[in-house]
């Protein structure tokens, strides 16, 4: 018994597969509507099914001999067999149902009612010009050949059969750069163009260079894989491959890729692009250096003029040894990390460079004037991830936590707020899993994750982010709310932001809970009555005399240039070693970036990140 409760409770009723409408069609045939004469048999065991791509001449006839129409050109047809695949394509209910009793190469007879041909109810296909549709007849099949196809357009105007199948994953897209023998025919054999001897056809991806429905097709292939494309007339557009074109049906593109490379628009623009000359080893972007690490490449460094002057060689000018450096940190040109960050170990790629992306932002070389755009050929010969925190005892995470902080200091002091707030953020993330074990444990660990929050909440202040910085100091303020320094930030936060009453009552909530802030609570309070004042004395100036005139009068309006309406403040010392590491607070914020909170996993591990994703088609992912 319990055996058969077991069973019973197992047995899960399978959802029933939804009908589809060619099989609600074939519900409507009756015994005797469709009948089948075999003319001349077919080779092979397998019969077409559903998703094959079927090619077949079709011969109508009345019962008494009569050609109605037909495909083949001794019966007044163009010699140009049909292409169907079964299952998508639209066809009579006798061939749908008939078809797929046939081998290849066989010839049969099929005689049809006319529910089976055009004269079935709310038939899908049109029927012909004067047809008889109201008549038996017989439809005479040759099939010639049936394989799987690829649909590569949902219309199945392309088609694609695999011939040999390719290397890899990766499939040629904009902008990449592509070699391949090419061939074409029409739909009845003739060739109309072969390119198969000398070089392989070179284009450029996405730039019309040959036919749509072939680019469409050859952007579902893989290195060294052979196929044929079939193309009907609407995506057949001129083209320098096929610059014309006849009144083609369709034509059959028979394609071997021999090569392609990696071209990458890293901004999307055209002025940062990465071209793979030597593919690497692994699977791109898993083995790529996505995150921060060690990384070893050699390099040379061309102008882009007419001389391509060459301005340094690893290999020459530094005895021979690669650069060695730490992503991350800005110790590159910007335009240059971004594309190492996407080579795979072993790549090679030339990148060219604009010069905001290159040595105008960053210690220029003496031989590069100011304002050059570069290239840079970069070999990744390897790289060291950062280390795993996974097995490190608290004291052994602490200090990693410590060595990475530094780095974001120093990062501060350089002025790169982007690349020091990415440090800090790091480190906070690996503290989600970090569990100390004893109360000094968790108090070291919350003081320091305290800090780092302050830190990146002094970076978002610096790169006019009010909002965010204002976040970042209630996560400091949600677990410790009698925290003087969070409450200084914030209050400088919301001062920058306009919000003097917010700021004011931070400002004085810092006396009350920590006395020894008071006088740094005293100097922001009065700062803060002076911003108060000069925005006062402004809005004063700006709507003088709007009220002042009789009704009817119309007052004129002083309006101050916003360029110089802006409220500033004094500059002060930034140290991060200070009790309070952003003095400087009172810079224009961004409020219309202030409710964007979420950029991606990978933005968040380097201010880069979006346009990488950009480079690689995605334009958003997060972490769920």
Not at 238 to 264: A, C, G, K, T, W
């Given at each position: ?172 897209r904009e902008p990449y750069e592509v070699k391949a023998w090419i061939s074409a025919k029409t739909g009845d054999g003739k060739v109309i163009m072969s390119h198969t001897e000398g070089e392989p056809y070179f284009f450029t991806f996405g730039k019309c260079e040959v036919p749509k429905g072939l680019e469409m097709g050859i952007g579902t292939m893989t290195r060294k894989e052979k196929a044929v494309v079939y193309v009907t007339n609407q995506y057949l557009t001129p083209s320098p491959l096929l610059p014309m074109i006849e009144d083609y049906e369709e034509v059959h593109f028979e394609v071997e890729l021999v090569h392609f490379i990696q071209v990458r628009d890293m901004l999307g623009d055209g002025r940062l692009i990465k071209r793979r000359l030597h593919d690497g080893k692994g699977d791109f972007p898993m083995d790529c250096p996505l995150h921060d690490s060690l990384l070893q490449v050699h390099y040379k460094g061309m102008l882009l003029n007419e001389e391509k002057t060459v301005f340094y060689d690893t290999r020459v000018d530094n005895q021979g040894e690669p650069l060695e450096f730490s992503s991350g940190e800005g110790m590159v040109p910007e335009g240059f990390e971004m ?286």
């Amino acid at each position: 018994m319990a055996s058969e409760e077991d069973a019973e409770q197992s047995y899960v009723p399978q959802k029933k597969k939804s009908e589809s409408e060619d099989d609600k069609r074939r519900k409507k045939i009756v015994p005797g509507s469709l009948m089948k004469a075999l003319m001349r048999p077919g080779g092979g065991e397998s019969n077409p099914s559903d998703g094959d791509q079927i090619i077949y001449h079709c011969t109508v006839r009345t019962l008494d001999g009569v050609v109605v129409e037909s495909t083949r050109s001794e019966h007044g047809g163009k010699g140009i067999p049909i292409r169907n695949v079964l299952g998508k394509s639209k066809m009579i209910l006798g061939l749908l149902e008939g078809i797929p009793t046939m081998l290849k190469g066989e010839v049969a007879m099929f005689k049809m009612m006319p529910q089976m041909h055009y004269g079935e109810e709310d038939c899908p296909v049109p029927a012909p010009s004067s047809f008889p549709k109201e008549y038996d007849l017989h439809f005479e099949i040759e099939l010639i050949d049936f394989s799987k196809a690829k649909v590569v357009s949902d219309d199945l105007g392309v088609l694609k059969k695999v011939i040999d199948e390719g290397q890899g994953w990766e499939s040629p897209r904009e902008p990449y750069e592509v070699k391949a023998w090419i061939s074409a025919k029409t739909g009845d054999g003739k060739v109309i163009m072969s390119h198969t001897e000398g070089e392989p056809y070179f284009f450029t991806f996405g730039k019309c260079e040959v036919p749509k429905g072939l680019e469409m097709g050859i952007g579902t292939m893989t290195r060294k894989e052979k196929a044929v494309v079939y193309v009907t007339n609407q995506y057949l557009t001129p083209s320098p491959l096929l610059p014309m074109i006849e009144d083609y049906e369709e034509v059959h593109f028979e394609v071997e890729l021999v090569h392609f490379i990696q071209v990458r628009d890293m901004l999307g623009d055209g002025r940062l692009i990465k071209r793979r000359l030597h593919d690497g080893k692994g699977d791109f972007p898993m083995d790529c250096p996505l995150h921060d690490s060690l990384l070893q490449v050699h390099y040379k460094g061309m102008l882009l003029n007419e001389e391509k002057t060459v301005f340094y060689d690893t290999r020459v000018d530094n005895q021979g040894e690669p650069l060695e450096f730490s992503s991350g940190e800005g110790m590159v040109p910007e335009g240059f990390e971004m594309c190492v960050r996407l080579m795979l170990p072993g790549e090679i790629a030339l990148v060219t460079c604009p010069p905001d992306y290159a040595y105008d932002k960053f210690s220029r070389p003496p031989s590069v004037p100011e304002g050059a755009h570069v290239q840079w050929e970069i070999e990744l010969l390897g790289f060291e991830m950062p280390k795993d925190w996974t097995g490190l005892n608290f004291q052994e995470i602490m200090d990693e936590a410590e060595k990475i902080r530094v780095t974001g200091n120093r990062l501060f002091k350089e002025g790169k707020f982007e690349l020091a707030k990415a440090k800090y953020e790091k480190v906070l993330r690996e503290f989600n899993h970090v569990n100390p074990q004893t109360d000094e444990e968790g108090k070291v660990f919350l003081d320091t994750r305290n800090s780092l929050h302050l830190n990146v909440a002094a970076c978002f202040l610096k790169m006019g982010e009010c909002r965010k910085s204002i976040d970042a100091c209630n996560k400091v303020l949600d677990a410790t709310p009698v925290h003087a320094k969070a409450l200084y930030r914030r209050g400088m936060a919301y001062m920058a932001a306009g919000d003097f009453e917010e700021a004011r009552f931070d400002f004085q909530m810092m006396i009350k809970v920590d006395k020894s802030s008071e006088p740094d609570a005293t100097a922001a309070l009065a700062k803060l009555k002076k911003q108060e004042q000069e925005v006062e004395r402004k809005a004063r100036k700006q709507f003088k005399g709007l009220f002042d005139k009789k009704p009817g009068e119309i007052a004129e309006v002083q309006v101050e240039d916003r360029a110089g309406g802006e409220i500033t403040g004094e500059n002060q010392k930034n140290d991060l070693s200070a009790p309070f590491l952003e003095r400087d607070d009172s810079q224009h914020c961004n409020e219309a970036d202030g409710g964007q909170y979420g950029m991606g996993w990978f933005y968040s591990l380097w201010p880069s990140g979006r346009r990488i994703f950009s480079a690689l088609g995605i334009d958003k992912c997060t972490i769920l």
